[in-house]
C-alpha cells in the first residue's frame, strides 16, 4: 500500500506500482554503497523499468538502455527545452543544446566543424604535450590531489587554451562551474550562476570583435546560420554550454576512472604491458563511470512502457543507469576491459549526441597512456574517501593518490 502522504504528491494518472522515490541531487542508495553508478543500479532492482519520482519537483525516470535509446532522439514528444531537476524559470539558453529539430541542426554544425574527428586528430600532440606537463608537476613528490590537480586541471587546460581563455582564470572557472552543478545550489541561485557564466563568455567574445586571435572564439565569431553572422545572443549561448561541458565532464570522468584504476594493480599492471588495449580500457570506463543524467520535458501525450506521460511532465534518462544496465551488460558491476558487446550511452544518442566525444576520448586516452608510463604503480592514499557529487552530472572530490618517488 503505497504512502497517502506521498500519493498526494504524484499526478493522479500515475499508478501506484509505478511510484518509486528517487532523489536526483543526493539519493541515498549511492551513499549506501560508497558508489555513484553501483549506487543508482539498485534501482534496476527496487523500480520498474519507467518509474515517477517525487522528489525535486516530481519526474519520470527511465532506467534501461533500450527505452533511453528510443526517448533521446524521440523530438516529436520530448523536448531539450528544459533541462534541470528541480526545474528553474530562466531565460539562458544554451545553443544547441536547448534547441530542437529542425533550429538544432543549424548550430549543431557550427560546433561540429571544429570537432571533427580530422581537426581533433591534428590536437593529440598538444594534448599530449599537456598531460605531460601536469605530470611533471606532481611527480616528483610522490602524491597529489588528482581531481582538481590532473582530472580537472589536463582537460580544462586543453579547453581553456583551445577556446582562448587565459589560464590564470582557471581556478575562477572551475568556482563558477562547482556552483552550477552543487546540488545545494537553489534554483534561484542557479539562475545567478547562468547570469555570471554569460556575462564572461560576452567579454571574451568583445576583445575577440577587437582584436581576433587563433582561437575557437574567434573562429565563432566567423561562423554563420541560414547565410547570416551568429548573433551576440548566439554567440553568448553557444559560449555558455561549451563553458559548462568543457569545464567539468570530461574532469569528472577521468577522476571516476582513476580512482578506480589505483584500486586495481592488475589492470594498471597490463595497461603498462599492453597500451593498445587502452582504447577498450576507455571505452569501459565511460560505461562503468558514465556521469550525465539528461532531463527531457514531455511535449506531447505519450505512453512508454506503460508508462501515461503527459504534456509538461520532465522525464530523466540517467544515463549511468544505461552503462550498468544488465540486460545489456552481464554484471555491469564488474570493470572489464575484454567485455564483449559493450553497450553505453555516456555521450547520449540522437541529435543531441555530445559534440565533443572526440576529444573526450581521446584526452581520456592520451592521460591514460601518459600517466601509466610514468606512474606506472600508484594507489589511493591509506585512510581517505572521495566525496561524491550526483545530480545532472556526477562527479568526484578529493581524490588523495600516491605513487613511489622516482629515483
Same mark, same amino acid.
Given at each position: 500500500?503505497?504512502?497517502?502522504?506521498?500519493?498526494?504528491?504524484?499526478?493522479?494518472? %500515475?499508478? +501506484?506500482? *509505478?511510484? !518509486?522515490?528517487?532523489?536526483? !541531487?543526493?539519493?541515498?542508495?549511492?551513499?549506501?554503497?560508497?558508489? %555513484?553508478?553501483?549506487?543508482?543500479?539498485?534501482?534496476?532492482?527496487?523500480?520498474?523499468?519507467?518509474?515517477?519520482?517525487?522528489?525535486?519537483?516530481?519526474?519520470?525516470?527511465?532506467?534501461?538502455?533500450?527505452?533511453?535509446?528510443?526517448?533521446?532522439?524521440?523530438?516529436?514528444?520530448?523536448?531539450?527545452?528544459? #533541462? !534541470?531537476? =528541480?526545474?528553474? %524559470?530562466?531565460?539562458?539558453?544554451?545553443?544547441?543544446?536547448? &534547441?530542437?529539430?529542425?533550429?538544432?541542426?543549424?548550430?549543431?554544425?557550427?560546433?561540429?566543424?571544429?570537432?571533427?574527428?580530422?581537426?581533433?586528430?591534428?590536437?593529440? /600532440?598538444?594534448?599530449?604535450?599537456?598531460?605531460?606537463?601536469?605530470?611533471?608537476?606532481?611527480?616528483?613528490?610522490?602524491?597529489?590531489?588528482?581531481?582538481?590537480?590532473?582530472?580537472?586541471?589536463?582537460?580544462?587546460?586543453?579547453?581553456?587554451?583551445?577556446?582562448?581563455? /587565459?589560464?590564470?582564470?582557471?581556478?575562477?572557472?572551475?568556482?563558477?562551474?562547482?556552483?552550477?552543478?552543487?546540488?545545494?545550489?537553489?534554483?534561484?541561485?542557479?539562475?545567478?550562476?547562468?547570469?555570471?557564466?554569460?556575462?564572461?563568455?560576452?567579454?571574451?567574445? $568583445?576583445?575577440?570583435?577587437?582584436?581576433?586571435?587563433?582561437?575557437?572564439?574567434?573562429?565563432?565569431?566567423?561562423?554563420?546560420?541560414?547565410?547570416? =553572422?551568429?548573433?551576440? $545572443?548566439?554567440?553568448?549561448?553557444?559560449?555558455?554550454?561549451?563553458?559548462?561541458?568543457?569545464?567539468?565532464?570530461?574532469?569528472?570522468?577521468?577522476?571516476?576512472?582513476?580512482?578506480?584504476?589505483?584500486? +586495481? *594493480?592488475?589492470?594498471?599492471?597490463?595497461?603498462?604491458?599492453?597500451?593498445?588495449?587502452?582504447?577498450?580500457?576507455?571505452?569501459?570506463?565511460?560505461?562503468?563511470? @558514465?556521469?550525465? *543524467? *539528461? /532531463?527531457?520535458?514531455?511535449?506531447?501525450?505519450?505512453?512508454?512502457?506503460?508508462?501515461?506521460?503527459?504534456?509538461?511532465?520532465?522525464?530523466?534518462?540517467?544515463? =549511468?543507469?544505461?552503462?550498468?544496465?544488465?540486460?545489456?551488460?552481464?554484471?555491469?558491476?564488474?570493470?572489464?576491459?575484454?567485455?564483449?558487446?559493450?553497450?553505453? #550511452?555516456?555521450? @547520449?544518442?540522437?541529435?543531441?549526441?555530445? !559534440?565533443?566525444?572526440? &576529444?573526450?576520448?581521446?584526452?581520456?586516452?592520451?592521460?591514460?597512456?601518459?600517466?601509466?608510463?610514468?606512474?606506472?604503480?600508484?594507489?589511493?592514499?591509506?585512510?581517505?574517501?572521495?566525496?561524491?557529487?550526483?545530480?545532472?552530472?556526477?562527479?568526484?572530490?578529493?581524490?588523495?593518490?600516491?605513487? /613511489?618517488?622516482?629515483?
Amino acid at each position: 500500500m503505497i504512502d497517502p502522504e506521498l500519493r498526494k504528491r504524484v499526478p493522479a494518472h %500515475v499508478r +501506484d506500482d *509505478q511510484i !518509486v522515490e528517487y532523489d536526483y !541531487v543526493s539519493d541515498p542508495r549511492i551513499a549506501k554503497v560508497g558508489d %555513484v553508478q553501483l549506487g543508482m543500479h539498485l534501482l534496476h532492482e527496487e523500480a520498474p523499468d519507467v518509474f515517477y519520482s517525487p522528489c525535486n519537483g516530481g519526474f519520470w525516470v527511465v532506467s534501461r538502455l533500450d527505452i533511453m535509446s528510443k526517448i533521446l532522439p524521440d523530438t516529436e514528444h520530448f523536448s531539450n527545452k528544459e #533541462l !534541470v531537476i =528541480p526545474r528553474i %524559470v530562466s531565460d539562458a539558453v544554451m545553443i544547441p543544446l536547448n &534547441l530542437d529539430p529542425p533550429e538544432h541542426l543549424q548550430y549543431r554544425l557550427v560546433l561540429m566543424r571544429h570537432f571533427d574527428p580530422k581537426s581533433i586528430r591534428a590536437m593529440e /600532440p598538444f594534448i599530449r604535450a599537456w598531460a605531460n606537463k601536469l605530470i611533471d608537476k606532481v611527480i616528483a613528490q610522490g602524491h597529489c590531489e588528482f581531481a582538481e590537480e590532473i582530472g580537472a586541471a589536463f582537460p580544462v587546460s586543453v579547453f581553456m587554451e583551445l577556446m582562448g581563455y /587565459p589560464l590564470d582564470q582557471f581556478e575562477e572557472f572551475r568556482r563558477i562551474v562547482h556552483a552550477f552543478f552543487a546540488p545545494e545550489t537553489t534554483p534561484e541561485e542557479r539562475v545567478k550562476v547562468q547570469t555570471k557564466i554569460l556575462e564572461t563568455v560576452a567579454v571574451y567574445f $568583445d576583445e575577440r570583435r577587437k582584436a581576433p586571435r587563433d582561437d575557437l572564439v574567434s573562429k565563432l565569431l566567423q561562423e554563420k546560420v541560414w547565410d547570416r =553572422p551568429l548573433t551576440t $545572443d548566439e554567440l553568448n549561448s553557444i559560449g555558455f554550454l561549451l563553458f559548462l561541458a568543457g569545464l567539468d565532464t570530461v574532469a569528472n570522468t577521468l577522476s571516476f576512472t582513476f580512482n578506480y584504476l589505483a584500486q +586495481d *594493480q592488475k589492470m594498471q599492471e597490463r595497461l603498462g604491458a599492453d597500451p593498445e588495449i587502452i582504447p577498450s580500457f576507455v571505452e569501459e570506463a565511460l560505461r562503468r563511470f @558514465s556521469i550525465v *543524467q *539528461q /532531463p527531457r520535458l514531455v511535449k506531447k501525450d505519450v505512453e512508454i512502457n506503460g508508462a501515461q506521460m503527459k504534456a509538461g511532465e520532465m522525464v530523466v534518462c540517467s544515463l =549511468p543507469l544505461a552503462g550498468m544496465d544488465d540486460h545489456r551488460n552481464p554484471m555491469p558491476e564488474v570493470f572489464d576491459v575484454d567485455r564483449k558487446d559493450r553497450a553505453h #550511452l555516456a555521450f @547520449s544518442v540522437g541529435p543531441h549526441t555530445c !559534440v565533443g566525444n572526440q &576529444l573526450a576520448r581521446l584526452e581520456m586516452r592520451i592521460l591514460t597512456e601518459e600517466w601509466i608510463k610514468r606512474i606506472p604503480r600508484f594507489w589511493r592514499k591509506a585512510g581517505t574517501e572521495p566525496e561524491r557529487r550526483i545530480g545532472g552530472v556526477a562527479a568526484l572530490s578529493n581524490l588523495y593518490l600516491e605513487w /613511489p618517488k622516482p629515483h
